[in-house]
């Protein structure tokens, strides 16, 4: 890490993202820009599989749909972030919140 950092020596100190380990960063990336394997922007933009809904069948699987609102995963999220959570905190928040972002992807087993 700190060859990297003298490296690049202008990269947003403030974004807690560029500290995360690798497989961390690339959870975080995928959703802060959408280009991810949730089936609303596989179907959306690909055409992949039979719909953009979600498996619990309330609305499509977006980022903030599965972050945010999915019944499926009401438990983990209130283990995972036991206060109300805005989605700029779980996706652009300080080192902690993208920590349990990533561990709450992890933990959900759904492919991101």
């Not at 490296?7 to 690339?26: C, F, G, I, S, T």
């Not at 699987?61 to 959570?85: G, K």
Request: charge should be positive; aromatic fraction near 10%.
């Amino acid at each position: 890490m700190r060859r990297w950092l003298h490296q690049h020596p202008d990269y947003n100190k403030k974004d807690a993202y560029y500290l995360l380990p690798r497989d961390d960063q690339v959870f975080i990336v995928r959703l802060r820009t959408g280009h991810c394997r949730l089936k609303h922007h596989l179907y959306t933009k690909f055409h992949i599989g039979d719909s953009a809904s979600c498996p619990c069948g309330t609305s499509p699987m977006t980022v903030e749909h599965f972050l945010q609102d999915c019944p499926t995963h009401q438990n983990l999220r209130a283990e995972t972030w036991p206060a109300d959570t805005p989605m700029r905190d779980k996706l652009y928040g300080p080192m902690e919140s993208l920590r349990r972002t990533a561990a709450f992807i992890r933990a959900s087993g759904v492919a991101v």
